[in-house]
């Protein structure tokens, strides 16, 4: 019974958001990136858009379609390995290296699984709901299994719009870079409660959480009409109404920080306090078991991690340069960071915090990537190497959870502090790009027309936004796994080992 009730709770998952969503069958689709710029005068975007936008039938037949840039789509592609990379192995194998070796495998299949699961999910309903029109919350039906990505009539793919008016690479590219950290961002949370829950109650968590928090809050951030649809300035009010809900409030997020980090990061800690500490811990040592694993899986994300706030630009320009030069810098200087503070802590650093000290690099330079001039990179980093590393171990005694993992204490603490320091490294007056003030004419907001309290206030709203959400739809969803199948497994089967006890299989022969 209760196998049939999980396959029903599952199925609820996946077909649920059809119902909940407003249908927008008639409605031209449109999809934002993880890239962002902000709204000062009434027209900017926080996000750029991924915008499949047919004219009628009459003009249609007149103008030709565009044709999509070779050099950028190339670069999408690239950039979406490159995140593919982070995940399985990068984030695998930092995971992996970071349990007990009875848990090994167990690490590797969720998010291997996970990530997998997440995928096939975005293809049959998560790309509509996060990237087409539908309200201020979420998005509509037009892209359910991927329909309209192909148009049988002209006999062409579906293009997406890039951050430039007239600049497009093909909407199904983009899709595919959008999967790729809707999956990531799944595989992170189990971070929080490795070790002990059931491997098929991560599944379905993972299901009713991708459904219910990453793409509400997605389409809320990243969502817009696109450059293109800012035609004339009588027009820029409605055009902005159609955006998510943070988009309109002109929150800068440029490669997840809210959306991915400070998402996942509450729905794993939620998770630490509702599935229990792990059986004996406070009174046995919960060693690494490969120190060398977890310094190459932070180092292919290190790698990987340029696809992904690089790629967020959708375009290979200077803002894709930028973000590059910030991931680089802002993660060096975190590393720096983390291993000064535990020098001065305990008197020596530690391979094992050098790694951590990358992650919460690159997970604070994410939102601020093409954002910030490398000044403000630096600062990012280097805030964010001492921060986290009191994450870890301050904030977590404070709570008082078995964060197996630390996810809240990098990636909660890192993506919070890099959220709100967009608002400030943004600004011109501190080396900032500034941001498109108006897209009607595609100008930027003016130096002294930037205000660093307002953008602030304005990031603080959208971390505040994302912790909320995520915390009640994860309590709600773990409770639910609970009474359908359960979160943990025995404590005879958690000494054990979950290599054996839930796959069969040992990482290591003796």
């Not at 379905?204 to 035609?231: E, Q, R």
């Not at 690159?362 to 910030?372: C, D, Q, R, S």
Request: aromatic residues 10%; charged residues 10%; contains cysteine.
């Amino acid at each position: 019974m209760k196998k049939l009730l999980a396959s029903l709770a599952l199925a609820a998952a996946v077909f649920a958001p059809a119902a909940w969503a407003q249908d927008q069958a008639a409605s031209a689709p449109v999809a934002a990136s993880a890239a962002a710029v902000v709204d000062a005068a009434s027209a900017a975007a926080p996000a750029a858009p991924a915008a499949s936008a047919p004219a009628e039938a009459a003009s249609a037949a007149a103008a030709p379609a565009p044709v999509p840039n070779k050099g950028d789509t190339t670069w999408m592609m690239v950039s979406t390995l490159l995140v593919i990379m982070m995940t399985v192995p990068g984030l695998a194998l930092f995971y992996g290296g970071l349990v007990r070796s009875k848990n090994m495998l167990s690490v590797l299949m969720q998010v291997m699984v996970a990530f997998s699961l997440i995928v096939v999910l975005w293809v049959l309903y998560g790309y509509s709901f996060a990237f087409t029109e539908g309200n201020a919350f979420i998005g509509g039906t037009d892209r359910l299994f991927m329909k309209g990505i192909w148009d049988n009539v002209a006999g062409t793919f579906s293009n997406a719009a890039t951050f430039s008016k007239g600049v497009y690479i093909p909407e199904i590219v983009f899709a595919a870079f959008q999967a790729t950290f809707a999956g990531i961002t799944a595989c992170l949370i189990v971070g929080a409660f490795a070790e002990r829950a059931k491997f098929a109650a991560v599944l379905l968590f993972l299901a009713l959480w991708f459904t219910f928090s990453y793409l509400p809050i997605a389409h809320m951030v990243w969502f817009w009409a696109g450059p293109d649809a800012y035609t004339a300035a009588d027009v820029v009010d409605k055009v902005n109404g159609t955006a998510g809900l943070i988009w309109q409030w002109g929150a800068l997020d440029f490669a997840g920080g809210t959306v991915v980090h400070i998402n996942a990061a509450v729905a794993g800690l939620v998770g630490a306090y509702m599935i229990g500490k792990r059986v004996g811990y406070g009174k046995e040592a919960f060693t690494p078991h490969s120190l060398t694993l977890t310094m190459v899986g932070a180092s292919l994300l290190w790698v990987g991690w340029f696809g992904f706030n690089a790629g967020s630009a959708l375009e290979a320009n200077g803002f894709a340069a930028l973000a590059f030069i910030n991931t680089f810098v802002a993660t060096a200087a975190a590393v720096l960071a983390w291993s000064i503070g535990e020098a001065l802590h305990r008197g020596k650093a530690s391979m094992l915090g050098a790694a951590s000290g990358a992650v919460a690099g690159l997970v604070a330079i994410t939102p601020a990537a093409g954002n910030v001039g490398i000044g403000g990179a630096l600062v990012i980093g280097f805030v964010a190497g001492f921060a986290c590393l009191w994450g870890v171990t301050g904030l977590k005694k404070l709570l008082g959870a078995d964060d197996s993992l630390d996810v809240f204490g990098v990636h909660g603490v890192g993506g919070i502090i890099g959220a709100l320091l967009t608002g400030v490294f943004n600004s011109p007056a501190l080396g900032g790009p500034s941001a498109v003030g108006d897209w009607v004419t595609a100008s930027m907001i003016a130096p002294d027309a930037y205000s660093i309290a307002s953008q602030v206030w304005t990031q603080a709203k959208a971390v505040g936004v994302t912790i909320v959400w995520s915390g009640v739809v994860s309590v709600i969803a773990y409770k639910v796994v609970d009474l359908v199948i359960g979160l943990r497994v025995s404590e005879e089967e958690e000494r054990e080992g979950l290599d054996i006890s839930s796959h069969g299989e040992t990482a290591y022969t003796k």
